[in-house]
């Protein structure tokens, strides 16, 4: 029997999505337990305190130093999913750059240290509104992406990111338009979106939607994933952000079966037909 590795989210990182995190995590698993492979459970908080033998990893981690650790894995030989270079690659202070140089559509946007915030104003976006989102991780509070209206609002928000040891800021853009959030796996059927605020519910294709957001994921380094973007008025799309491995809430049922599909085709990929003790 293969043997993988499975690395639960450490719920620091799960602001409002602990047990729905949890829950997609722990249906994967029951997904590759049927599938004939056993998986062995470690928590984030343990990278780098325990041995991890197996071959093959998936992971939710998103911590910095647990990312980091498991790149030296990778390094190592180890297959990783989410590779930990995708997961960095997501951090924002590094989406942002990526995407921008891809081309893809993105709001304007622009990273400073929280010690320069007096170095991009407010007004440097001609908008009404723009927001604020920590550098590294999507989110640990809620206040991690906070909408500003004024310079003096700006300065107060980075200010208080600062108080939280927070090094680096993302300055963004506001685009009107319907959100919208995406759901997918790559190299399989699953991709599901729907609105998070539909407003206006302008037409859009579904298709041009799914091929940025696959684009947006490529570029990252991405395998199972998730996003925003917006509509705008004329049915153009902006993606604003994406995430590795999302709690998949409004799909749990397909998404595990999807992620459980992608991890075998990995396995017998490398596998090549021969059966290891521990992969």
């Known amino acids: 029997m293969i043997t993988l ?5 450490q719920t620091t990182y799960s602001p409002n999505h602990v047990s729905n995190d949890a829950k997609i995590f722990l249906r994967t698993v029951e997904r590759l337990n049927k599938k004939g492979f056993r ?11 325990v041995d991890i033998k197996e071959r093959l990893i ?10 980091m650790f498991l790149k030296e894995l990778e390094k190592e030989g180890k297959v990783i999913i989410n590779s930990p270079k995708g997961s960095i690659n997501s951090y924002r202070i590094n989406m942002v750059k990526i995407l921008t140089e891809k081309g893809l559509p993105f709001p304007k946007s622009i990273v400073i240290n929280v010690e320069e915030k007096n170095k991009i104003k407010f007004e440097d976006f001609n908008a009404r509104k723009i927001w604020i989102k920590r550098g590294d991780v999507h989110a640990v509070h809620r206040e991690d992406v906070t909408v500003v209206y004024s310079e003096e609002e700006k300065n107060n928000i980075i200010t208080e990111f600062a108080r939280r040891g927070i090094r680096d800021v993302v300055l963004q853009e506001h685009l009107d338009g319907d959100v919208i959030k995406f759901y997918s796996v790559r190299n399989t059927s699953l991709f599901h979106w729907f ?11 579904i298709k041009l939607l799914k091929d940025l957001g696959n684009k947006a994921a ?4 991405l395998e199972v994933y998730g996003g925003d973007a917006i509509v705008s008025g004329d049915g153009k799309i902006s993606i604003i952000d994406v995430n590795d491995w999302p709690s998949f809430a409004p799909v749990r049922e397909e998404a595990s079966k999807a992620i459980a599909e992608l991890i075998a085709n990995k396995i017998n990929n490398f596998v090549s037909g021969e059966v290891y003790g521990s992969y």
């Not at 998936?58 to 990312?67: N, V």
């Open 39 to 49: 998986v062995n459970i470690y928590d984030e908080h343990d990278l780098g305190l």
């Open 195 to 205: 609105y998070l605020n539909g407003i206006n519910h302008t037409p859009f294709e």
């Open 5 to 9: 590795a499975g690395i639960r989210r």
């Open 58 to 67: 998936f992971s939710m981690a998103q911590g910095i130093d647990s990312t």
């Open 218 to 221: 490529d570029a990252l380094g």
